[in-house]
């Protein structure tokens, strides 16, 4: 990013005059570093899902199209799960035993939603009949309870991931590339 060059300028208005000064304003590091860490965080970070036996029942079509809908979150500056990372999460719990008629809301909800977003049609079909039209407010607030989590484990699994694989600065290049080979 270019540094942006500020110059203010004298309007003749009854106060001390000011004269022509030249600023250049460089852009924060944080939000250079927070906008990298963003996309490696969309494209690179693990899928978090409940821990049960049917965690290799959820299709790999849903599991693909996280990526994407990561993407579209962090375009409209969301800081919570996806509504397909959601979905994707919550999955093999519904395998596992009966949830509450809240959270039975929610999932089928969030299906509904996944089938409009990617246009599934035989899905749709199928989603429009059990599905809710809208959440209550408490399911809304379990829901994005729930998101905000997910994004949390997910984010803190990247960073994880990512200081223990960078490369210390004492180590030899040539080091490196005997490990590697």
Known sequence: MENLKVVQ???GFECESVKA???EVKPAKKQTSDFVFDIMDCLASPIIVFKS???DAIPLELLGNIKMARLLCTITQEKTASLTETLVYMMPRTFEAPMPMAWVNIYTWLGLQYALQFKKKSQLKAMVEIAPKDLSEY???LLNTLRKWIYDKRRKALKHTYKTTTVS???DILEIQEKLF
């Open 53 to 55: 036996a049917w965690q």
């Open 21 to 23: 000064i030249e600023k």
């Open 139 to 141: 399911e809304k607030g």
């Open 169 to 171: 600065k004492s180590e």
């Open 9 to 11: 300028l004298d309007f």
